[in-house]
C-alpha cells in the first residue's frame, strides 16, 4: 500500500521538521536565558559564553559530520545526531550552575553539528538539480519558522511547565522524530518501498562503486569563498537568534510574553525569505541556465538589502521602526540561504555533505565569536543597538565575498574544473 504524498515529499517533509526542530532546540535558549540569568545568577558577558558554547562542537563537527554523513550514509547518521540533541536538551532542564549549562550546550552542538550538512547529503539523491534551491530554501524556511515559534511557545511553556520543563519537553520530542526517521528513510531512493519509477526518473543517478576519498585540499581550495560568505552571513544570524529577545526586554522594559512577541515577528520575516530565495534561485537558473548568476545575484541582493535595512538604527530607536528595520534585515538575510546552500552540491555534487560542512564552517565559527563580541560590547556599553550596527560592516564584506565564490565549475577529484558536469535546469 502505497503512501498518498510521494516517498520524496515525504522526505523532504520530515527533513523540514528536522529543521525545525532543531532550531527550536538550539533558540529555546534566547527566551528562556533572562530566567536562567536570574536563577544562575549570570552576567551578560557569561550568558554570551553560554551562547556560544552550542557552536564549538557545531564548528568541529561541520567537517567531520559532513564526512560522516558521507561515508555512513544520512539514515544511520541523522538518527545518532537525533540521539544526542534530545538528550542534550532534557539535560539542559537539570544543570545547576554555568558550568553545568555549558556542558549541556556543548553537547547540544556536539549532535546537531553534522545535521544540515547530512540533510544537504540527503538532498542530493532525494532532489531532482532544478529544485535544489527550493529545497534548500524551504527546509531552511522551517527553521526560521522554528525561530519564529521558538520565543512564544518557550514563553508559554515557561508559564506552565517552568523553563526546566520546557527544555525536558521539547528534548522529547527530538527523540520521536529520530525513531520516525531511521524507520522510513532509506540512503538510496531505489531502495525505498514506496518510490515510483516517475519519481526515480527526475532524480540524479546515485554512483556505483566504492565510495570515493575525499581530497580535502583541492575542496577546500574550491570551497573557502563560500566558507567566507557564509561566515559573514553567519555572523548577523547568530546575533538575531542568541539575543533578539533579550534585545527587545532590555532596551524597552517589556515583559518576557511581549519580547517574545516582537522576537517572533522579526524571526517570521526569515521564514518569507527563506522560501522566497529557492525559488529567485532556482527560477533565474530555470530561466537563463547560468548556475552562477542563479546564485549570486540572490545572494547580493541579500547582504545589500540587509545592511540597508539596518543602517536606520543609527538613528531611529523607536520600537516599531526597530522592529521593521530588524524584520526587513532578517528577511534580506534569509534570501540568502536557499542559494548558498545550494553552492555545494553544485560544485562538488560527490562529496556534498563535506563541501556544506566545509561552507557551514563559516556560520559555526561565527556562531562562537558573534556572541561572545555582543555580550562583551553590551556589559562594557550598555548599548544593546551597537552589536546590531557593527554586524553592518560584515554584511558589507560578505556581498563582495559572494564573488569569489563559483558554483558554475563542478569539483572533479583532482581539483580539474570540467564544464560538461555543469547541473541542468529543471525542464
Not at 68 to 76: I, M, N
Not at 218 to 240: A, D, K
Request: aromatic share 14%.
Amino acid at each position: 500500500m502505497r503512501l498518498p504524498l510521494k516517498a520524496t515529499h515525504v522526505v523532504l517533509g520530515m527533513l523540514c521538521v528536522m529543521y525545525f526542530i532543531t532550531y527550536v532546540d538550539r533558540v529555546n535558549i534566547g527566551t528562556a536565558a533572562s530566567e536562567i540569568q536570574k536563577e544562575l545568577h549570570l552576567s551578560n558577558t557569561q550568558l554570551g559564553l553560554v551562547f556560544s558554547a552550542f557552536a564549538y562542537p557545531y564548528l568541529l563537527f561541520q567537517v567531520i559530520g559532513g564526512w560522516v554523513g558521507d561515508h555512513f550514509g544520512p539514515r544511520r547518521t541523522l538518527f545518532w545526531c537525533g540521539l544526542i540533541w534530545a538528550a542534550s536538551t532534557i539535560a539542559t532542564g537539570f544543570v545547576t550552575g554555568l558550568t553545568t549549562l555549558f556542558i549541556a550546550r556543548v553537547a547540544l552542538g556536539f549532535g546537531e553539528g553534522a545535521t544540515f550538512p547530512t540533510a544537504t547529503r540527503a538532498m542530493q539523491y532525494w532532489t531532482p538539480a532544478g529544485r535544489r534551491g527550493f529545497a534548500q530554501g524551504l527546509t531552511h524556511a522551517f527553521a526560521r519558522l522554528g525561530n519564529a515559534i521558538t520565543p512564544p511557545l518557550i514563553a508559554a511553556l515557561m508559564a506552565w511547565l517552568t523553563w526546566r520543563g520546557s527544555f525536558v519537553l521539547l528534548g522529547v520530542v527530538s527523540l520521536v522524530w529520530g525513531l520516525v526517521w531511521v524507520l522510513y528513510f532509506r540512503n538510496d531512493p531505489k531502495d525505498h518501498p514506496s518510490i515510483t519509477p516517475e519519481e526515480l526518473a527526475t532524480l540524479p543517478p546515485r554512483p556505483s562503486g566504492p565510495k570515493p576519498q575525499v581530497p580535502w585540499g583541492p575542496l577546500v581550495q574550491r570551497m573557502w569563498p563560500v566558507t567566507l560568505t557564509y561566515f559573514c552571513y553567519g555572523w548577523s544570524l547568530w546575533l538575531y537568534l542568541n539575543w533578539l529577545p533579550l534585545f527587545f526586554k532590555n532596551s524597552y522594559q517589556l515583559d518576557i510574553k511581549n519580547s517574545a512577541l516582537f522576537a517572533s515577528g522579526v524571526f517570521l520575516a526569515g521564514v518569507v525569505g527563506d522560501s522566497l530565495g529557492g525559488i529567485l534561485s532556482d527560477g533565474i537558473f530555470k530561466r537563463t541556465g547560468n548556475v552562477r548568476f542563479a546564485r549570486l545575484s540572490v545572494i547580493v541582493a541579500g547582504f545589500t538589502g540587509a545592511l540597508l535595512s539596518l543602517a536606520p538604527i543609527f538613528f531611529f530607536h523607536e520600537i516599531t521602526v526597530v522592529a521593521l528595520c530588524l524584520s526587513s534585515g532578517f528577511f534580506f538575510i534569509e534570501i540568502i540561504i536557499g542559494p548558498i546552500w545550494s553552492v555545494p552540491m553544485d560544485i562538488a555534487p560527490k562529496y556534498s555533505g563535506t563541501a556544506s560542512g566545509l561552507m557551514n564552517t563559516g556560520s559555526a565559527f561565527a556562531a562562537i565569536v558573534s556572541p561572545l563580541v555582543a555580550g562583551y560590547v553590551i556589559d562594557v556599553t550598555g548599548n544593546w543597538y551597537l552589536p546590531f550596527i557593527m554586524s553592518i560592516g560584515l554584511l558589507l564584506l560578505g556581498g563582495f565575498c559572494a564573488f569569489l565564490m563559483h558554483p558554475e565549475t563542478p569539483f572533479e577529484d583532482g581539483g580539474t574544473e570540467v564544464g560538461a558536469g555543469r547541473p541542468q535546469p529543471a525542464e
